[in-house]
């Protein structure tokens, strides 16, 4: 695709300093799109703005999937058109966000988001100043509806390969920042000063590694450089928004080659501070899971199969489990309440971090529940816990500790058996149990108080 995209592109690509004003002009015969590749209402949409007398473009990933011969997620469009006269345009459209306002235009399931060139930020404002845009103490972008031209935006926009426009109606691409040169180099490359972009928005360091994992691009250098030094900038950013980054990152199918960039750029520690804690002190078994649940989650994104955040984060969380159990052991605790303390503290602590809904915390706290109960299989226990509505999600996560080293006298096996097996098998299964409680800790005795009595000694009747 790729060949197919720059075999008729003759113009030659000069090295600049700084990303130039004057765009790359790419017409229908110097690339590999056609206005049917796209989705008709996004098409729609530019074409009915441009009819209204405005500038529109479709932009962003979506214009970067397609010449990767990717299917894009959903289709942006940028207009000269403010977020009012977008909406005065279509009926069905409504004006959402404060921080960056943009118009949604509804076609049944499908949304068009719509957005006003914008311009770069002014470096000196505060809120009576510029009651359009605002700063925190430490540069992040609070508030940014400074409306500007497309040059603007192009120029405002995070990085190169996201800064490419398509007019549908010449079939045209404009490129204000060498993205497409970027898209043939598989780099990811940040517009303006690196360390002045992420100090205003730092999620975008979080971006720029989702995009080189999922795309399987490098991170420009100079683009790379500041990352680590600016990683605690992740602290200051909401904890909703860095929940809702963390889905993106590790359910986009490329988790596992995620984490290892977040390791390698110094940003795991600041979104799982507890977790990065347990790599350090026990990397092998840490690592093992966390990576196994990873590939895990990544084949099954893969095959179309349903997957959880409740399951993921469970993982992710669970190496840190074992020192705080041991904590509160040391405390005077028994283990099962040392461990639903560890396992409400370390849950609360994440959520400070990453807002994580109780919707998925709920499952979580069952799925390491669940470990504690899958030892116990004597009686009628096996067969309550093959009901339980969290059997599954507990048992795949037994047999995730399994495989990173972790010894349950083969438990993982006995369940797997155990599920297989008929009735009859099932209970000669539980019979072959040691006479316990299945967890290997013995029986207690019940004590007889009773004095025993002597061969012509009698019961004493209820008339005594």
């Known amino acids: 695709m790729l060949k197919k995209l720059f075999q008729s592109f003759r113009s030659p690509l000069r090295r600049f300093p700084h990303p ?61 058109a403010t977020p009012e006269q977008v909406r005065a345009e279509f009926r069905n459209a409504r004006v959402i966000g404060r921080r960056f306002k943009l118009v949604h235009v509804h076609f049944g399931r499908e949304i068009i988001e719509v957005a006003t060139f914008r311009a770069n930020h002014p470096e000196e404002d505060d809120d009576d100043a510029s009651p359009m845009a605002s700063r925190n103490e430490s540069g992040r972008i609070l508030r940014d509806n400074i409306y500007g031209t497309l040059e603007d935006d192009a120029q405002r926009r995070d990085f190169t390969i996201n800064a490419l426009y398509y007019d549908p109606s010449s079939e045209r691409i404009l490129d204000h920042t060498h993205g497409v040169k970027d898209i043939r180099n598989k780099l990811i490359r940040l517009i303006g000063d ?45 904890a909703a928004r860095l929940f809702d980054e963390i889905i993106k990152l590790f359910l986009s199918g490329k988790a596992e080659r995620t984490f290892e960039l977040l390791l390698e750029y110094e940003l795991f520690a600041p979104l799982f501070p507890a977790s990065a804690e347990a790599l350090e002190d026990n990397p092998e078994y840490a690592g093992t899971l966390i990576r196994n649940a990873l590939a895990n989650t990544d084949e099954r994104i893969a095959q179309g199969k349903p997957v959880t955040p409740a399951f993921l984060f469970a993982a992710l969380l669970w190496p840190a489990l074992p ?71 507990g048992y795949d996560f037994l047999l995730l500790r399994e495989s990173a080293g972790e010894e349950t006298d083969g438990l993982g096996e006995w369940w797997t058996e155990y599920q297989e097996v008929n009735d009859s098998e099932r209970r000669n299964m539980i019979r072959g149990l040691s006479k316990d409680d299945g967890s290997g800790a013995p029986r207690k005795r019940r004590r007889n108080n009773r004095r025993k009595r002597g061969p012509n000694e009698s019961t004493p009747s209820s008339a005594d």
């Open 20 to 80: 130039r004003r004057t765009p790359e002009i790419l017409s229908s015969r110097q690339h590999s799109l056609h206005r049917d590749d796209l989705s008709r209402h996004a098409v729609s949409v530019v074409e009915r703005l441009q009819q209204a007398g405005y500038e529109a473009y479709v932009v962003g990933g979506c214009v970067r999937d397609l010449l990767l011969d990717l299917d894009p997620k959903d289709y942006d469009v940028a207009t000269s």
């Open 194 to 238: 690196p360390e002045q972009r992420y100090q205003e928005d730092p999620v975008r360091m979080l971006r720029a590694i989702r995009f080189a994992a999922k795309l399987d691009f490098e991170i420009e250098q100079h683009s790379a450089e500041p990352i680590a030094d600016l990683a605690e900038l992740l602290n200051d950013v909401p």
């Open 323 to 393: 020192a705080r159990i041991a904590e509160a052991q040391a405390r005077g605790l028994p283990p099962i309440p040392a461990a639903q303390e560890a396992a409400h503290d370390i849950i609360w602590e994440q959520c400070q971090r990453t807002a994580i809904p109780k919707r998925f915390t709920m499952p979580m706290r069952e799925i390491w529940d669940m470990q504690e109960r899958l030892p116990r299989r004597q009686g009628r226990r096996a067969d309550q816990l093959l009901e339980n509505p969290r059997f599954r999600a």
